[in-house]
């Protein structure tokens, strides 16, 4: 059975750090690459960042590439370290796993399995 659970969700202030974490299992890492993906209210779901095999394959979209940085704990954990946090960072925080043949990791339609979220609020 396939789970991705995100965890470490929260309050902060503006310009704090916050780092989430995503349990997966049921699933190789050899076959899908992990992501993370958010949604704002009345926003459509947008990828942040990919990690691939190897420690060194990590992806972003210009948004979050200098703020936020996945890692792999071990095989069963993906981590999304997001720094100098802002109010607009405001939103829901998904993991997923995105096949390989998918050339495209930040379009959620990519994704083929989900977790459950975790919210992320940023006060001013």
């Known amino acids: 059975q396939v789970q991705l659970v995100e965890s470490g969700g929260g309050s902060v202030e503006s310009g704090g750090s916050l780092r989430l974490a995503c349990a997966i299992s049921?699933?190789?890492?050899?076959?899908?690459?992990v992501a993370w993906f958010r949604q704002a209210p009345g926003k459509e779901r947008e990828g942040v960042a990919a990690?691939?095999?190897?420690?060194?394959?990590t992806f972003y979209t210009d948004s979050y590439r200098g703020r936020f940085i996945i890692s792999r704990g071990n095989k069963t954990m993906v981590f999304l370290q997001m720094n100098r946090l802002k109010v607009e960072d405001t939103a829901m925080y998904y993991c997923?796993?995105?096949?390989?043949?998918?050339?495209?990791?930040?379009?959620?339609?990519?994704?083929?399995?989900w977790g459950q979220g975790t919210q992320v609020t940023v006060s001013s």
């Open positions: 997923a796993a995105v096949p390989y043949g998918s050339v495209s990791w930040y379009q959620p339609q990519n994704a083929r399995y």
């Open positions: 049921g699933f190789s890492t050899t076959d899908y690459r």
């Open positions: 990690i691939a095999r190897g420690v060194a394959n």
